[in-house]
């Protein structure tokens, strides 16, 4: 048993009985489901008792690598989650308890392990948690979170002059899917068993030729940056914050409604590995090993 759970134990946390996480503990250590504090929304937020999680590939890759972000161990990881309004803050008026809700949230850039989706109650901030109709499990929701907040942040708050609404979305996927992706929008598909995929998603080869036209640009990545340098070119990495300004405005206007009406669709299907927080570790080496949907479980 290690420092850290020792701290965690049943006789130390307050609040023990009423929920429970997948702790990782270090680099490379495998989850560890024990007790967790029963956590209180702030003002601005909400606590939802979880019914579905889901896997994200950045949560095996910190759990194998440690990531640059972690510093602080144990930590509990997870962005997508769904389940049922549990609390709400002082200023949250649009959700209420026992309200099926979907929500993303993120621990690692405020390090609070209260704010992780891998436990059985989860702190999310209300900007970024909308109402699931009547028709829709806990579990169909859960591909939808980091990929909505993702595409609202790179397409509408990382722009450059008045060409932010123009985008062209570049699906990579298996050739049997290609009539799936353009369905949901996409511009083009490209096949990832084909020997050149790398070159044909390189956007840098579209990026770097606008970067010199315009005399110098900043660009933002979550890839790793070329080696290469060009005057006025800046590169950073980020990860998908929770920007109110930009989608705020999906979560609150646009999400429920979509779903309602069709126009937002939970696909692909995600992968169902198991039940419970002790499943979590399995979903994380489901991710790892390669599969073409999004690994959920069901809590």
């Not at 049943?10 to 929920?19: C, V």
């Not at 850039?109 to 989860?122: A, E, V």
């Not at 609202?152 to 799936?180: C, E, I, P, Q």
């Not at 646009?254 to 169902?272: D, H, M, N, V």
Request: a positive charge; glycine letters at 10%; proline letters at 6%.
């Amino acid at each position: 048993m290690t420092p850290h759970s020792r701290k965690l134990s049943k006789t130390s946390l307050p609040g023990g009985k009423g929920n429970q996480a997948a702790w990782l503990d270090g680099q490379g250590a495998q989850l560890r489901v024990d007790n967790a504090e029963m956590p209180t929304p702030g003002p601005d937020e909400v606590v939802v008792k979880n019914g579905a999680v889901a896997v994200n590939l950045v949560d095996w890759k910190i759990q194998t690598s440690g990531g640059a972000f972690l510093k602080v161990w144990p930590i509990v990881l997870g962005a997508d989650i769904a389940g049922e309004l549990y609390k709400e803050g002082s200023n949250v008026t649009k959700f209420k308890k026992g309200g099926h809700v979907l929500a993303y949230t993120i621990s690692l850039l405020p390090k609070k392990p209260h704010n992780g989706g891998f436990q059985l109650y989860t702190v999310a901030p209300a900007v970024s948690t909308a109402i699931i109709p009547s028709n829709i499990s806990y579990m169909e929701p859960t591909v939808l979170q980091l990929a909505i907040n993702t595409a609202a942040v790179r397409m509408y708050d990382l722009r450059y002059g008045d060409f932010s609404s123009v985008a062209k979305v570049v699906a990579v996927a298996s050739s049997h899917n290609y009539k799936l992706v353009k369905g949901l929008g996409a511009s083009e598909a490209i096949n990832y068993n084909k020997s050149s995929v790398v070159e044909d998603v390189n956007l840098y080869k579209y990026v770097l030729p606008i970067a010199r036209k315009l005399g110098g640009a900043n660009i933002v990545t979550t890839l790793p940056r070329p080696e290469i340098v060009l005057a006025g070119v800046k590169f950073r990495n980020i990860m998908s914050p929770i920007n109110p300004a930009v989608s705020g405005p999906l979560w609150e206007h646009y999400i429920t409604p979509a779903l309602e009406q069709g126009k937002l669709k939970c696909l692909s299907e995600p992968l169902r590995v198991g039940k419970g927080l002790r499943s979590i570790q399995k979903g994380l080496d489901t991710s790892k090993a390669g599969v073409s949907a999004k690994v959920a479980i069901e809590l």
